[in-house]
């Protein structure tokens, strides 16, 4: 019911008949058990003013006439950089204890995408995204074949340990610890992990064009070398001029067998449904109903914006020509 309010109230320039605002740009930190009580004031305010940092970045682009690829990019890049989220710096662990990350961006115009998986050593895995879109035949690199693209590209690399924080290093170690006693069968679903925290950016420039990107560390304590939705273009991530653009986060695995983003995208297409039905349709009905969770931003070729969540937070906000707005929990 919580999220339908918040649909309701986000969606309601739309339903009032008002033109959305373009451009727009919209963010998310991920989604997850994010409740008031595991979040001190301390904490939460700088969550806060990352996001708002990302968001006035990303839009001061579109207000100057940046495309909304750039403008996706540079908000991507500055949630890469801050420890809070589990993409970039501060990203989780793998079972074997080191990082791999993936990220994905599409431009709505040509639907042109790229997109990198399971790297190590790419300081800002969005912008190899960007690159294996620019200046490769390709639309995913993984691995070490992502690196050593990355190294040719001239973009910033880093050791893998540059993405450890003390606080996933501690959660990974206890992670480590309870599937010790439970005989390693702890998921990593389990309520204290499941702070998913991937980051994303959809956004609408002055020429009506789309884009979407998203980036994360994954799962913490996925298995060695496993690949979630955030760089699986249709699953984590997807743009089309013609309908929407939808960065997604939660349990990759279930937005995978669903291609969420492209799902919602078709939802519009073939379905006729306004935005925010096509996500209550997926997200909610669709994606809980198999047994996922998780959340995901999107906004429409209108520039109407969507913000919705299965879970009890979200990290997320907006900013265009009539406001900004950053938000954490499910009652805001
Ligand atoms: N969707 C990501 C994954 O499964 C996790 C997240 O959203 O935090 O890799």
Request: proline share 3%; aromatic share 6%.
């Amino acid at each position: 019911m919580k999220h339908l309010i918040f649909c309701i109230l986000i969606c309601a320039s739309a339903a009032y008949g008002q033109k959305p605002p373009v451009p727009a740009i919209v963010i998310h930190g991920g989604a997850g058990t994010i409740e008031r009580s595991n979040l001190s004031p301390e904490a939460e305010a700088e969550i806060r003013a990352v996001l708002q940092r990302a968001l006035d970045t990303g839009y001061s682009i579109l207000e100057n006439g940046g495309n909304a690829t750039d403008a996706v990019m540079a908000a991507i890049t500055i949630l890469e950089d801050a420890p809070q989220f589990n993409a970039g710096k501060g990203a989780v662990m793998n079972d074997a204890g080191t990082h791999e990350l993936d990220a994905s961006i599409m431009e709505g115009l040509n639907l042109n995408a790229g997109a990198v998986a399971g790297s190590s050593i790419i300081k800002n895995p969005i912008l190899a995204a960007h690159e294996v879109m620019l200046r490769s035949p390709h639309v995913l690199l993984a691995g070490k074949g992502a690196d050593q693209f990355a190294r040719q590209q001239k973009l910033s690399i880093v050791e893998n340990k540059y993405f450890t924080t003390e606080e996933v290093l501690a959660k990974w170690k206890k992670m480590k610890a309870q599937k010790q006693n439970t005989r390693g069968e702890a998921a990593p679903t389990e309520r204290e992990f499941a702070k998913f925290g991937t980051v994303g950016a959809v956004a609408i420039d002055k020429e009506g064009s789309l884009a979407a990107g998203t980036s994360t560390g994954g799962m913490m304590g996925k298995m060695y070398n496993r690949i979630g939705d955030s760089p699986i273009i249709g699953a984590g991530t997807y743009a089309d001029n013609n309908t929407c653009a939808v960065s997604c986060t939660g349990h990759g695995e279930y937005f995978m067998r669903l291609a969420v983003a492209k799902e919602i995208s078709d939802q519009i297409e073939f379905g006729k449904k306004p935005l925010a039905d096509a996500v209550t349709y997926t997200l909610v009905s669709r994606l809980v109903s198999m047994g996922g969770s998780g959340g995901l931003i999107a906004i429409d070729k209108h520039g109407n914006i969507v913000m919705d969540f299965t879970t009890p937070g979200m990290y997320r906000g907006y900013k265009h020509a009539k406001g900004t707005k950053t938000a954490v929990y499910a009652d805001e």
